[in-house]
């Protein structure tokens, strides 16, 4: 099995920027990817940015240009620097581990973009 742990989340103003880390632990040498993915009030769980094993990056649209993916692999951590946030950026974030078992889920911590 692999745990994720995520941390950084908090209440920003619109236009500032938060910094998302998650730690994972167990069985993480078949990890073929990790990535960040959010969830509004309502709403479906959407990818927002990932890194690939390869180190490829993949990011969602409304991510590029703001949002900055990142991975220590020698301290199994994965980063999400957020910029220039805005109230719809509000949601649940999640960290997610792929590997050939399937997907592992982190916890989820709490983004609030308001004024």
């Known amino acids: 099995q692999v745990q994720l742990v995520e941390s950084g989340g908090g209440l920003v103003q619109p236009g500032g920027s938060l910094g998302l880390s998650c730690i994972a632990s167990?069985?993480?040498?078949?990890?073929?990817?990790m990535g960040w993915y959010r969830q509004a009030p309502g709403e479906q769980r959407i990818l927002v940015a990932r890194v690939f094993r390869n180190g490829v990056l993949d990011y969602a649209e409304f991510a590029k240009g703001r949002f900055t993916v990142s991975r220590d692999t020698g301290e199994n951590t994965l980063f999400l620097q957020m910029t220039s946030l805005k109230p719809e950026d509000t949601a649940v974030y999640y960290c997610?581990?792929?590997?050939?078992?399937?997907?592992?889920w982190g916890q989820g911590t709490q983004v609030t973009v308001s004024s």
């Open positions: 997610r581990a792929d590997d050939v078992r399937g997907n592992w």
């Open positions: 167990g069985d993480i040498t078949r990890i073929l990817a």
